[in-house]
Each structure stands twice: as structure tokens, then as C-alpha cells.
């Protein structure tokens, strides 16, 4: 009885399997390694893809092929290699750690300082302030709708940082002399940051969008019986 005939391709991918170094392929980034190496975290995609019951794909050339931007593969080789943390792109190869789930790599990751005090100072207060994430959306689908044949876009943002300030809007939204119906509120939150730092994050994570833009207060017109509320803030992107 004869054995069915093996493809080349599955001949490649069967002595590879058993083969003691492997040849990697990761977007075009080419990877020497071994099989202990890619085992070394056993709940990583990289131990399941290498188990020997899964088949992972090749390339023309035999190389096993991960469909996923290689720069920072390296990085991830290095740690399972060594324990070495990197010290460079470390937004980067944190993004790369959380897809492959090397738990240990993220682990030492959020400890750098570069991700601790985003991930406990800054999204800790964000987590905070109601609605943050939706109202980053809604300006920028405000900022874009207003875009049509202008140099500018110009939205009105309003901060209440206490239950005290929200106890002020209705006075404060109707001595504005902008168009009510477009101002975006953030507030109250129950943290230490001021308005200022509410303002910076925002401004912050626009522009990690590849957005151009701008705060500044809002002054109003003063009236002597009036009270000047200090609420409200400009926020300009530039298209051009």
C-alpha cells in the first residue's frame, strides 16, 4: 500500500515543526529562533501556534508566515530569549505583547514609567470623568462636519469639574453667547485633576489621532450684574 504523496510546501512545514531552529517570516521581517524560545510562555499565541497540533502558514520559501507588522518582533524575541525589557518603542512592543498575550512582557511593561503613569495616572482619572471617550468622538465628528471649505473648525467645550460647577450650567450655558446646541460638557469627576489636566488629555489624545489643535479659554463679555463663568474653552483644529 502506498503512502499519499506529500507537497513540498507540507514537507517544509512538517521538518520544520520537528526542527530544533525556526524560520520566521513576520510581515516581511525575517526571524531565526528556536522552538523552546517560542514556547517559553505557554498561554502566548506564539506557544499555540508552535504546539505541534496547529499548522501554522508558510511563505514561498518555507518560513513560517505571521500576517502582522514585524518592526517590534524583535523586541518580543528578546524578552522570551533573555528577560530583557526593552527600552525603546515601549507603547509599541506593549501593543505587540497584549496580541501575542505574553503576560509576563506586559507585566514589566506597564512598571516603566513611560506606561505607569498613563495607565495609573491618567486613565484612572479618565476612567472617571463620564463619558470622556464618546465626547472625544463627538468633537471630532463635530470638527470634521464644519471642515467643508474653511481653514478652521471651532467647538465649545465646556468643563465642570464638581457637582457644585454642574449646579451652575444652566446660568452658565445661558449666558454664552455661542451656539448652545454644539457645546460638548465633560465633568464632574471625582479625582484630584483640574480642569487644565482635563483639557491637556483632551487635547492629548486628538492629536494622537493626527489631528492639529488648540485651547484656549473662552472669555466672555463681562456684565456688571452679570457672574463671569469660567467654564467654557475653545477648541480649534487646523485643516490647513
Not at 518582533?73 to 507603547?91: C, D, K, Q, W, Y
Not at 464638581?162 to 457645546?183: F, M, P, T
Not at 484630584?192 to 492639529?212: F, H, N, T, W
Amino acid at each position: 500500500m502506498s503512502l499519499p504523496e506529500q507537497t513540498p510546501e507540507k514537507m517544509i512545514s512538517s521538518a520544520a515543526l520537528f526542527s530544533p531552529v525556526v524560520q520566521l517570516n513576520v510581515g516581511g521581517h525575517l526571524f531565526s529562533s528556536t522552538l523552546n524560545t517560542l514556547r517559553s510562555h505557554p498561554d502566548s499565541k506564539l506557544a499555540e501556534m508552535f504546539n505541534g497540533q496547529n499548522k501554522p502558514r508558510t511563505d514561498a520559501q518555507g518560513r513560517f508566515f505571521i500576517d502582522r507588522d514585524g518592526s517590534h518582533f524583535g523586541a518580543l524575541l528578546e524578552f522570551m530569549r533573555s528577560e530583557t525589557v526593552p527600552t525603546e518603542n515601549i507603547h509599541e512592543v506593549h501593543r505587540e505583547a497584549l496580541y501575542y498575550n505574553i503576560t509576563a512582557l506586559i507585566k514589566r511593561l506597564e512598571e516603566t514609567p513611560q506606561l505607569f503613569g498613563e495607565l495609573v495616572g491618567r486613565q484612572q482619572f479618565l476612567s472617571r470623568v463620564p463619558h470622556y471617550k464618546e465626547n472625544i468622538e463627538v468633537l471630532i465628528r463635530i470638527a470634521r462636519a464644519e471642515a467643508v471649505a474653511a481653514r478652521r473648525s471651532t467647538i465649545m467645550i465646556c468643563v465642570l469639574p464638581s457637582k457644585d460647577d454642574v449646579g451652575c450650567y444652566d446660568d452658565a450655558i445661558s449666558s454664552l453667547e455661542a451656539d448652545k446646541e454644539s457645546v460638548v460638557t465633560f465633568g464632574p469627576w471625582t479625582a484630584s485633576p483640574s480642569a487644565r489636566d482635563l483639557l491637556d488629555c483632551v487635547k492629548m489624545d486628538i492629536e494622537s489621532r493626527g489631528y492639529r489643535v488648540e485651547i484656549q479659554p473662552h472669555v466672555m463679555e463681562r456684565s456688571f450684574m452679570s457672574r463671569n463663568y469660567d467654564y467654557f474653552y475653545r477648541l480649534t483644529f487646523s485643516w490647513w
